[in-house]
């Protein structure tokens, strides 16, 4: 069999503070196969943009010490030279970001912009290049390409921006696109519209995606498998199907009672109360114990471990499985819920 | 863009109108005495310093003189157009004198600022590319010397060492570039560097924090995201956006030099606007003081100008549409 196309495999990345080392990620483990969309959830500062950057080793400004494997289809990129690294950029993985009107070159026309990428790995000239990075722009639905190509990033709006950087992303067709929080900067009609485009692609292109979110919400209709995070660790993972109809981690039960689901009360929406632990000292135990409505005595003593639960459904809760069985029977897919 | 730089030159206008009013007031409010006193000779007699007083045009009220002095600027006088007038001290025409003059305090200005660029830029951007590198701080120490070390004496030391102890340049004077462009370069260069390792020092702290800001934004982590070659981001990406604020800085520099240059030019003997402004407030000679006056405010005005336009076009976000 062959590897899967992103693994990473017990990954550690500590910054340096003055306080002692920040851990914002501590022991993550994710898998994704080709073609498919692994989505990432958690609060913020969980520790999903720092992982997607070590795996793109964007991170080493800041001197952070990492440990485990990144693995892209069978090979750790976090052991590549320098040299390899910029090739894998671009050609194998595209990335991008939050926040489309930051993440652009203000002084560049998109279609420089893009084109530039083209250059920087193949050997094609000028005009050539612009012609490709003005296709790009009509493949992703941008209407009069060749004008919008000549315009600067603060003449677009903001689905158009997210839209060049994902025409940016992908025009050296790469196998991995890593999408993070692409839609938080952008009011939900256009989120649908560049979920649906990242989407087509995928199937288009047969391209893995990572699509990270805040919300369960938003990876729901795309996500094949779903990871959800706290504090740098995954506490679950697993089918997207099996995550919504029996979320195992009390984490996951909070974030899923955050989705305003169609037709509910408004009491419904009940944020987890508390914030999430400081990632230098963290608790002793798992991470989310102090947050926890369901905790006892053996979660504060030992930091569990994924656990395969069957059917690739995997959570890292010592929770007996009466109480979380008596948990599920409130939840239903927010898909359903919907219908009904 | 056409009427705007059209607008912006009748502000020039205004500009240089209450300029020269100040000036003049100033001139003929300071306790300085009379200067028509300073040129009739020993003990002249009423009829003398009355004449004086005509032919170097005090003999009106101050208003009247300052009316007369703009409609001789803007119209144009007996020396052509624009109307400077001449000297009270030496009694030539001020205009052909104020041209040479300007071209060497030009050439000295200019050319220490594409020194101070070509010195300051580097060693910012390498700077900023090793934070609290060894060079970092050895580039902040030989800067703070040299932005604390008085001009004129970095002149006297430049003079003593190059030329009277080690021969290699020339001493002080002008050399036309038309007449030997060897012997320009070798007088010019000491003024240039004497006149641009503050401003280097200057300019390489603000490239240096420029830099540092840039390359924390997001858009140098996407070039990075997309695989460019570092020199690319540094020089196309980082550096591209971190100058585009010392193109105001660098115009309102020069602009002020054109008037300020008095130091170097009096340690270097070149004959230029700085040390006729000097000569011209020290004798009482009005003309001269307003006529440097005049292509300074102008200076700042033009540049300023040029400034604006060239922001705009390295920077799409304030072009108008
Ligand atoms: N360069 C850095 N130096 C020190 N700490 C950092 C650095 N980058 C991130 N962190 C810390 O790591 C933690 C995780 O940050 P990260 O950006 O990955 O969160 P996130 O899950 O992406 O959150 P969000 O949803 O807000 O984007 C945060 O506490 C953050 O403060
Ligand atoms: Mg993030």
Redesign the interface.
Known sequence: MSPPLLEIDDLTVHFPSAAGPVRAVDGLSLSLERGQTLGVVGESGSGKTVTFLAA?R?LE?SRPEIHGRILLDGVDVLTLPAREM??????RI??I?Q?PL???????RVGDQIA??VR??RDVGRRDAWAQSVAALAQVGIPNADERARQ?P??LSGGMRQRV?IA??LILEPDLLIADAPTTALDTTVEAQILGIIDDLRTRLGIGVVLVSHSLATVADVADTVAVMYAGRAVERGPCQAVFAHPSHPYTWGLLDTVPALGAERSRLVPIPGSPPSLIDPPPGCRFAPRCAYRFDACTRHLPELVERGGGHADACVLPVPGRGARRNRLEPPGEEAAA | MGRYILRRLMWTVVVVIIVTLITFVIFYVLPSGDPALRFAGKEPTAQVLAQVRTDLGLNHSVAVEYLLYLKRLFLGDRYGWPGLGFSYSSGAAIAPQLWQRAQITIQLVLGAAVLWMLIGIPVGVYSALRPRSRFDRASLFVGLVFISTPVFWLGLLMLWLFSSTLGWLQGTGYVAFTTDPVQWAAHMLMPWITLSLAFAAIYARIVRSNMLDTLGEDYIRTARAKGLPERRIVTRHALRASLVPIVTLLAVDIATLVGGTVIVETVFNLQGLGSWVLYGALNQDLPVTLAVTLVATVAVCLLSLVADILYAYMDPRVRPE
């Open positions: 793109m964007l400004r910029r090739e894998i950029r671009g050609p595209g990335m970001f926040d930051s993440a652009l070159h203000p002084l560049l530039e990428t920087a790995h600067y603060h003449q950087m940016m992303a």
